[in-house]
């Protein structure tokens, strides 16, 4: 008997672990594959005009500034042009209909602005606007950007115009000289007989627009000329480049409802045809030589409206009646102060008024009131120029002399030989024994006149004569006529005395200027020296020579002197003296003034606290200076070097504020390295953005039209050559050692930067 177990017989299994790695390949591998298909491009066609400015491989295709596509080929057909196939993203599928449109940007410079800019760094791209209609994958390229659609937020209107003139798409839309809008496109009309030009309206100014408003075309400058003078008028400097489109509402339209955009409006030629000024009633006595459509209304030598008609009173011929129209910027200023009156030239001891309209004819001039509410529309015009008061802007000054002399009313107030203010009265005092004199200062020269001042009358002519000849004074011819004042400032940091200041007016300059130190200067020659020959320190007069006589010796000439500005600081010792002469030469340029005026003596004071002196040897020449290590190195990249030489200015607005101190070829010896130092007190008006370019000479540009242009910076610039440099708003500060390229001469846009730049403290 066989007592062992049966054997269990177990087929074999086929399976085996090895088996799981193809698996998960395969499973990865098919993933991949489909994420490759899901995710792959669209390949489309795009035909163009032409090929300049597109790339295979590397043009991209843009939508909201954000890559969705590349060119991937490019390839020519001689029917329809160049076919660009461009690869999309899979996400713009649903994008690709009919109506969508692609087109090619690039920079482009035009009289209406600069588009496309961004492209100097990017590159050119396709831009997509997406449209309707059914999916398709072969379009044709816009050789434009598309108009701006209707549905863009704002205000979208339809003008008719006779003719299109200078506008163009993306010209202007203004009101009151503010830019409001657009002109989107223009096309002819139906009827063939009109032009029909597309405006939009940012949607901050739609409601500006009324049922009744008026546009009419700003474009260029009109000119109205004739007997009774020349007329200009434009809306603004982008108008007279681009052409532009203005808008006003009628005041007697100003309850207009709001537009219905879906009618079109009128374009009018301009201003005058369009009747859109304010309309202004004035009585006026005197009236000659006005003319109903020529005579303009001006404010400070710009005109504001015009003489739309002018009818004599029938019941008082010796009055007339005036119907003017005002720009409508000046609503606000039409209340109850508002002065109008009738300029013509007019000939007297007191000087030549209303010489503009010798040239231009009689015209009205107006002085915006301040008080009352802008409503008022009539007036009476002012037998004359109405008077300064003392709310008018400038310095109010009283003066008190022992008598009149031939002042009046109307005389000038003279700062070194230039008009500053003149005398608005005068009357006797309260004892009757002086006179007092009311003196307005021009608002820009108020800052002359503190407690220093000194005041004197500087009417007619002053003869001192002796064995060295006769000497005549006068301040001016026009002060020989008519009477004058004169003053001047010994210090310009003195402290000022309220708003209305008094002041003594002595009978002369002389007597006027007498306080002071007197102190002697010897020097080797009298040479181009005489009484009167001033001494100056940083540009400011502090003293004159008054007497020169020889030295016991024979071997020199002694000056007497007084010091009437910073007597304590120069009559001391360790101060300098030394004569300034011209100096003319092609490599140095220097004291040009002095060919003019005359020499003079220059002074460097002492230490502080030096001992008081009054005995000086003059220098034969300047002391040298050290050259200061100190400031703002730069670098500045030319073509060739030209006239600049080492110690040529470097130049902000034409007041120096560095000089050259060297220069170099570069490494590759293809330009040349120029280097500059700013004075550290001028460091921060040289930005990033500044442009420096070479002063040295003369430019002169022609034309037919234009006539001949003559640029030179200054005389020295002329003479030894020179630097000047302009900075933008908003540019942060240069670096030490930055590379700015040299222009060789500068562009308009540079002239008309002016930017705030604090210089600090001294």
């Known amino acids: 008997m066989n007592d062992l177990p049966t054997a269990k017989v177990r087929p074999a299994s086929n399976w085996s672990a090895i088996w799981v790695l193809p698996l998960i390949a395969l499973l990865i591998g098919g993933w991949l594959g489909w994420r490759a298909y899901s995710q792959a491009g669209i390949d489309i066609e795009v035909v163009f005009e032409s090929g300049d400015g597109l790339q295979a491989g590397k043009t991209e295709v843009m939508y909201k500034g954000m890559p969705i596509g590349k060119v991937s080929e490019l390839h020519l057909d001689n029917e329809r042009g160049v076919v660009a196939t461009l690869s999309m993203d899979k996400q713009s599928e649903p994008h690709l209909r009919s109506g969508t449109r692609f087109w090619l940007v690039k920079p482009s410079v035009t009289l209406a602005g600069i588009t496309g800019l961004e492209t100097l760094v990017s590159g050119n791209y396709i831009a997509v606007s997406p449209g309707p209609g059914e999916p398709a994958r072969k379009f044709e390229a816009l050789s434009a950007p598309p108009p701006l659609p209707d549905d863009v937020p704002g205000l979208h209107l339809t003008l008719l115009a006779e003719r299109l003139g200078s506008l163009n798409r993306d010209s202007p839309v203004f009101y009151k000289q503010i830019q409001v809008g657009r002109v989107k496109s223009y096309r002819l009309a139906d009827d063939q007989k009109t032009v029909e030009i597309q405006v939009f309206i940012e949607p901050a100014y739609a409601s500006l627009v009324r049922k009744h408003t008026r546009f009419w075309n700003a474009s260029g400058v009109t000119v109205n000329a004739g007997l009774g003078g020349l007329k200009l008028r434009t809306e603004s400097l982008a108008s007279i480049v681009a052409g532009g489109i203005a808008f006003a509402t009628p005041e007697n339209r100003s309850d207009s409802p709001p537009t219905d955009p879906s009618i079109p409006f009128r374009l009018y030629e301009d201003f005058d045809a369009a009747q859109a000024g304010i309309r202004v009633t004035l009585k ?178 002053t003869l001192s004569g002796g064995l060295s000849g006769i000497e005549v004074k006068s301040e001016s011819v026009q002060t020989l006529l008519m009477g004058g004042v004169a003053f001047e400032t010994p210090d310009l940091k003195a402290r000022v005395e309220g708003k209305i200041q008094r002041f003594r007016l002595y009978p002369d300059r002389d007597s006027a200027m007498l306080e002071g130190r007197t102190i002697r200067i010897r020097v080797d020659s009298g040479d181009g020296l005489r009484p009167g020959t001033p001494i100056r320190y940083r540009g400011l007069d502090v003293g004159e020579v008054e007497k020169l006589e020889l030295s016991d010796d024979l071997s020199g000439v002694l000056l007497s002197a007084r010091i009437t500005q910073g007597a304590e600081r120069i009559a001391r010792a360790g101060s300098r003296f030394w004569v ?151 540019s942060p500060p240069a670096i030490p050692g930055q590379t700015f390229p040299l222009f060789a001469e500068p562009r308009d846009e540079w002239l008309g930067w002016a930017p705030k730049i604090s210089l600090g403290s001294n």
């Open 284 to 461: 006026l006595h005197d009236f000659e030589s006005l003319q109903a459509g020529r005579t303009p209304v001006m404010f400070n030598g710009i005109q504001v409206g015009t003489l739309k008609e002018l009818k004599i009173n029938q019941e008082d011929p010796n009055f007339a009646t005036a119907e003017l129209a005002l720009d409508p910027l000046g609503e606000d200023y039409l209340v109850e102060d508002t002065e109008f009156w009738v300029v013509k030239p007019s000939i007297s001891l007191a000087g030549i008024t209303g010489l503009d309209a010798l040239l231009k004819g009689n015209y009205i001039a107006v002085r915006p009131g301040t008080k009352g509410k802008p409503a008022r529309r009539d007036f009476v015009a002012r037998p004359k120029a109405p008077p300064l008061n003392m709310d008018a802007p400038g310095l109010h000054l009283v003066l008190l002399s022992d008598n009149l002399g031939s002042l009046q009313v109307g005389s000038p107030v003279l700062y070194r030989q230039i008009k500053v203010g003149s005398v608005q009265s005068y009357q006797l005092t309260k004892n009757k024994r002086q006179v007092l004199l009311g003196v307005h200062i021009e608002p820009e020269y108020a800052e002359l006149v503190n407690s220093s001042t000194r005041f004197w009358n500087a009417s007619g002519v």
């Open 580 to 730: 300034v002469k011209p100096e003319l030469g092609l490599t140095r340029t220097a004291n040009l003034d002095t060919l003019i005026s005359g020499q003079y003596l220059q002074v460097e004071p002492g230490a502080p606290g030096a001992a008081p002196q009054s005995e000086f040897v003059a220098l034969k020449s300047a002391p040298g200076e050290a050259r200061s290590s100190a400031g703002l190195d730069l670098v500045l990249s030319a073509p060739r070097l030209g006239s600049i030489k080492v110690g040529v200015p470097v130049t902000f607005r034409e007041v120096q504020v560095g000089e050259v101190t060297g220069f170099e070829l570069g490494a590759l010896a293809d330009q040349v390295l120029i280097r500059v130092r700013i004075e550290p007190r001028y460091a921060p008006l040289v930005r990033s953005g500044s442009r420096f370019w070479n002063a040295s000479g003369i430019g002169v540009e022609a034309g037919l039209f234009k006539g001949v242009r003559v640029r030179t910076e200054s005389l020295e610039a002329l003479i030894a050559g020179g630097i000047a440099f302009a900075s933008p708003e908003d």
